[in-house]
């Protein structure tokens, strides 16, 4: 699977979605939600970019186990994530949902880094 592709459509899908709430917020003057607008740029757009990257610049990573249950969890927690944020500036007493999909997006993160560490680190090279 092209996980570099998904990985950069997904990233687009939270950029434009980061860029219309950053616009709904500023037409609005609701700024109490920055929080949330900045969380789906750097943890949506950002991290899921530098994934994409990283995995057309090491293939190899794709060949990995863990790269179909790293890319689902990553993605999929975070319209959780967002919305957990959400719910947590509204009342700091909801904050399990932001808790724990922030725990399954950290969790991805420790995937990636074992899948880097073993298939580009630790990758017997051809001399």
């Not at 995995?55 to 179909?68: D, F, I």
């Not at 249950?69 to 932001?98: E, R, S």
Request: glycine fraction near 8%; charge should be positive.
């Amino acid at each position: 699977m092209r996980f570099d592709k998904w990985f950069i459509l997904a990233a687009f899908v939270c950029l434009l979605g980061g860029e219309a709430f950053g616009e709904w917020m500023g037409a609005t003057q609701n700024l109490q939600l920055i929080p949330v607008h900045a969380h789906i740029n750097l943890a949506g757009w950002v991290t899921l970019a530098l994934y994409g990257v990283l995995h057309r610049l090491y293939p190899a990573l794709g060949t990995a186990r863990l790269a179909w249950p790293q890319f689902l969890l990553t993605v999929l927690c975070l319209p959780f994530f967002f919305c957990g944020i959400y719910l947590a500036l509204m009342d700091p007493k909801n904050h399990m949902m932001v808790t724990a999909a922030s725990m399954v997006f950290l969790l991805g993160t420790l995937l990636f880094f074992v899948m880097f560490i073993g298939k580009v680190l630790l990758a017997k090279r051809d001399a």
